[in-house]
């Protein structure tokens, strides 16, 4: 199986402040990666898929790049509601895989 | 309104079994493949099960096999995932994601809102 590795697994930062959080493919993925959003007692939530696509209606404050076995997702000008857990998926190898996730607060 | 709806949760005991649905609305449910997903009390999340448009293909995690069997219902636009011999370590919110083939590529973009299944004597 394909492993994800994010880092930090922690994040803290404020109002205003740009974050990035890495995923790391234990082999080449392509462009194959998706990023989550998930807040407490809440489904994931799609942000951004096939590395750097903007899912509809996610503010432009996230972004993506990459490819291959490493990914960034970049929340620029950080908001309260971006408290969250944010995990990276890849969808290039069977089983698909999920990152450990990353705690943001605020 | 694009939407997945799970039901069937509960408390079981080591061994027992449950059938969680999964129902969909808003959109042509036949025309995608589906996925189970699950995730531990504070743990991370992990793909369980998927199952392609007309039941062609399925496929399981490897600590689901032989115990959990997904299926569909295309015209009453429904999932389902048949759990047998449960054990404490399936204990956890159960969601089901839409696989969505996007121009760029794919995502799992849309997901129920989940199904807590907890497995104690």
């Known amino acids: 199986d394909i492993q994800l590795t994010q880092s930090p697994s922690f994040l803290s930062a404020s109002v205003g402040d740009s974050v990035t959080i890495t995923c790391r493919a234990s082999?080449?993925?392509?462009?194959?990666l998706a990023w989550f959003q998930q807040k407490p007692g809440k489904a994931p939530k799609l942000l951004i898929y096939?590395?750097?696509t903007l899912q509809i209606e996610v503010p432009s404050r996230f972004s993506g790049r990459g490819s291959g076995t490493e990914f960034i997702l970049t929340i620029s000008s950080l908001q309260p509601e971006d408290v969250a857990t944010y995990y990276c998926?890849?969808?290039?190898?069977?089983?698909?895989?999920f990152g450990q996730g990353t705690k943001m607060e605020i | 309104e694009v939407q997945l709806v799970e039901s069937g949760g509960g408390l079981v005991k080591p061994g027992g079994s449950l059938r969680l649905s999964c129902a969909a609305s808003?959109?042509?449910?036949?025309?995608?493949?589906m996925n189970w997903v699950r995730q531990a009390p504070g743990r991370g999340l992990e793909w369980v099960s998927s199952?392609?448009?007309?039941?062609?293909?399925?496929y399981y995690a490897d600590s689901v096999k032989g115990r959990f069997t997904i299926s569909r219902d295309n015209a009453q636009n429904t999932l389902f995932l048949q759990m047998n011999s449960l054990r404490a370590e399936d204990t956890g919110v159960y969601y089901c994601?839409?696989?969505?083939?996007?121009?760029?590529?794919?995502?799992?973009?849309?997901w129920g809102q989940g199904t807590m299944v907890t497995v104690s004597s």
């Open positions: 808003g959109f042509n449910f036949k025309n995608y493949n």
């Open positions: 199952i392609t448009t007309i039941s062609s293909h399925i």
């Open positions: 096939a590395a750097s």
């Open positions: 994601a839409r696989l969505w083939f996007g121009e760029s590529g794919d995502a799992f973009d849309i």
């Open positions: 998926q890849q969808l290039s190898g069977s089983p698909s895989t």
């Open positions: 082999q080449g993925i392509g462009r194959n």
